[in-house]
């Protein structure tokens, strides 16, 4: 929610109250507003992309079932599947150069085998027939329109840390504009309805008119836009990294008894380096190892057997292992969370190392479960879609109404910010307050830090910079 105009929705009059608090109240307004302002200013053009991205990426199964359907679809179903290895034989024998890393059974009849491959050095998707072991398609796996879309939401295209420490920026950001936002725009008095929960549409063009077509849309999805900030944060590098922290320390991620294996494994892998399709609460669970010896080691199909008799939900993805001691991974993010499992099974022996499923999850890692479908749009369904498609088409009508609005209200040779507040007090109270979000979210924090360094080193000491940024 970034507002770039005077809040309309305040008290049209103040001679009921004191004069220092009149005072009090305006300087605060103008804290509020300045930061606001500021925060919007830097990061609109990220939550755009955003929500660009988002709402894309949200109809990801309906897209690429259409984009793709002769890969994804069995032309002619048959009656008798081919194992596991059999497809992945002849996808071998047919593609020389080929290592196959995991396979995918589908829960479908009428849906190929997903195969994940390298090629020549490059990341590749394979479909097969499971009926005939021919290959459908093949795709580059980092040109897919999914994996388009996920790298613009996580990494602005452009890829690597730095993009992806930016989303999380502007996402933390994004928090900070709604809070500031809702108090800028909340009803003080029956007027105020006019504005903040209806608009008034009456003088199209107007600055009046841009103003409502932000502050309406944010008010009535202000909640939508924080859950949809929230359940996005823990795949963030920073906060993410340490909201799994919290949830492993406290044992409110899976408890220590869901690793069948007992002894800590000596490696330090984790099953996000070694299998694909890894549920986010077991991202970072430790990876066992087989017993090695003089054994033959298990065939696909039955690591199949295996997860069928463990009662894993289809579809689910079977990853190879790494090594001789590496180990087979059955794990599923399922499109329904409570059928999430993640197993680790000895190559050798067959022997069940982990097992760990939705029901031994902690607290904490259900919550973030439950949140990452919310946000990807598959908790409850097409619903689940329309209503995360509505939050960012809001969050896109916010941003284009906030820079009509700050185009008509920009002084010519200024950036139109927001006065100072003339109370000190309230400006040091409302960035006591920053301070405080800045701990609770470091990129915050440093990006707090950063700007207080520039506004008091350079801005303030250059005449050209100090008049542009004046109000």
Same mark, same amino acid.
């Given at each position: 929610m970034n507002a770039f105009d005077t809040p309309t929705s305040k008290p049209s009059s103040t001679h009921s109250h004191k004069p220092s608090t009149s005072k009090l109240f305006t300087s605060l307004n103008q804290a509020v507003w300045r930061w606001h302002f500021y925060a919007g200013i830097i990061f609109a053009p990220f939550l755009l992309i955003l929500a660009i991205s988002g709402s894309m990426y949200l109809f990801k199964p309906q897209i690429e079932g259409y984009l793709y359907k002769d890969m994804l679809m069995v032309q002619n179903v048959g009656t008798n599947a081919m194992t596991a290895d059999a497809i992945i034989g002849k996808t071998l024998s047919g593609y020389p150069g080929t290592t196959?890393?995991? %396979?995918?059974?589908?829960?479908?009849?009428?849906?190929? =085998?997903? +195969?994940? #491959?390298?090629?020549?050095?490059i990341s590749?998707?394979?479909?097969?027939?499971?009926y005939t072991g021919n290959i459908t398609g093949i795709l580059n796996s980092d040109e897919t329109f999914s994996a388009f879309f996920k790298k613009m939401h996580s990494?602005? %295209?452009i890829g690597?840390?730095?993009?992806?420490?930016? =989303?999380? +920026?502007? #996402?933390?950001?994004?928090?900070?504009?709604?809070?500031?936002?809702?108090?800028?725009?909340?009803?003080?008095n029956k007027s105020a309805i006019w504005g903040t929960i209806l608009p008034r549409l009456s003088k199209p063009g107007s600055r009046l008119f841009w103003r409502d077509l932000h502050a309406v849309p944010a008010f009535w999805l202000s909640l939508c836009m924080l859950v949809l900030i929230a359940t996005g944060l823990p795949w963030s590098g920073v906060l993410g990294s340490q909201i799994d922290k919290l949830a492993?320390?406290?044992?409110?991620?899976?408890?220590?008894?869901?690793?069948?294996?007992?002894?800590?494994?000596?490696?330090?892998?984790?099953?996000?380096d070694v299998a694909n399709d890894?549920?986010?609460?077991?991202?970072?669970?430790?990876?066992?190892?087989?017993?090695?010896?003089d054994y033959v080691p298990l065939a696909v199909q039955d690591v199949v057997e295996i997860a069928d008799k463990q009662q894993v939900n289809l579809p689910y993805t079977i990853s190879m292992p790494q090594g001789k001691t590496g180990v087979y991974t059955v794990s599923t993010s399922h499109t329904k969370p409570g059928n999430d499992a993640t197993?680790?099974?000895?190559?050798?022996?067959?022997?069940?190392?982990t097992d760990v499923r939705f029901k031994d999850y902690g607290l904490m890692a259900k919550g973030v479960t439950l949140g990452i479908a919310l946000h990807e749009g598959r908790l409850f369904g097409l619903a689940n879609q329309i209503l995360g498609l509505i939050t960012c088409i809001g969050i896109m009508l916010m941003v284009v109404s906030s820079y009509f609005m700050w185009r008509k209200r920009k002084p010519q040779g200024k950036l139109?910010?927001?006065?100072?507040?003339?109370?000190?007090?309230?400006?040091?109270?409302?960035?006591?307050?920053?301070?405080?979000?800045?701990?609770?979210?470091?990129?915050?924090?440093?990006?707090?830090?950063?700007?207080?360094?520039?506004?008091?080193?350079?801005?303030?000491?250059?005449?050209?910079?100090?008049?542009?940024?004046?109000?």
């Open positions: 196959i890393s995991s %396979v995918t059974i589908p829960d479908d009849p009428e849906l190929t =085998v997903k +195969l994940t #491959a390298i090629r020549n050095g590749t998707t394979m479909y097969a027939d499971p990494e602005l %295209v690597g840390t730095w993009a992806n420490r930016l =989303v999380e +920026l502007a #996402a933390c950001w994004a928090v900070i504009l709604v809070i500031t936002g809702l108090y800028l725009w909340w009803p003080r492993n320390a406290t044992n409110t991620n899976y408890p220590p008894y869901a690793l069948s294996f007992m002894d800590k494994p000596v490696s330090v892998t984790v099953t996000k890894v549920p986010w609460a077991t991202e970072n669970l430790p990876v066992p190892t087989s017993a090695f010896g197993l680790h099974i000895d190559q050798y022996s067959g022997a069940v190392l139109g910010a927001p006065a100072r507040p003339k109370d000190r007090r309230i400006t040091i109270g409302v960035m006591i307050i920053m301070l405080v979000l800045g701990v609770l979210m470091p990129l915050v924090g440093l990006s707090l830090i950063i700007v207080l360094l520039l506004d008091l080193l350079i801005i303030r000491r250059i005449r050209a910079l100090k008049h542009w940024f004046s109000a």
